[in-house]
């Protein structure tokens, strides 16, 4: 049975900092594609950063710069560290997996369905 789960989420005054975790189980981690994605009420699901099997990165363009996705293979575990805050950033996230390598902006953007799914942590910035 696949498991993602995360940690890692909280409340936190914007302008600091957050990392969040995802250990997998019952999955070939290494021969997956990871991503987080966020979803706020009554908006759509977004995709806010992809690592594909080899380390390729893509990041949507409201946290370039202040968000690094990276997995540890040998933990079996994905990894968003968080910084410079902003309120909007606050929502559900959640992390997900993709058996295979994906062009990864299409990834990111959804146009490939993912695998599997966590259950989501929520993640609060205040002003």
């Known amino acids: 049975q696949v498991q993602l789960v995360e940690s890692g989420g909280g409340s936190v005054q914007a302008g600091g900092s957050l990392r969040l975790s995802c250990a997998a189980s019952?999955?070939?981690?290494?021969?997956?594609?990871m991503g987080w994605f966020r979803q706020v009420t009554g908006k759509e699901r977004e995709g806010v950063a992809v690592i594909d099997t080899d380390g390729s990165t893509n990041y949507a363009d409201s946290v370039k710069g202040r968000f690094a996705i990276s997995r540890d293979n040998a933990k079996r575990t994905l990894y968003l560290q968080m910084n410079s805050l902003k309120p909007e950033d606050s929502g559900e996230y959640y992390c997900?997996?993709?058996?295979?390598?994906?062009?990864?902006?299409?990834?990111?953007?959804?146009?490939?369905?993912?695998?599997?799914w966590g259950k989501g942590i929520l993640v609060t910035i205040s002003s």
């Open positions: 997900a997996a993709a058996f295979g390598a994906y062009p990864i902006q299409a990834l990111r953007l959804g146009i490939y369905g993912m695998d599997y």
């Open positions: 019952g999955l070939a981690y290494s021969t997956y594609s």
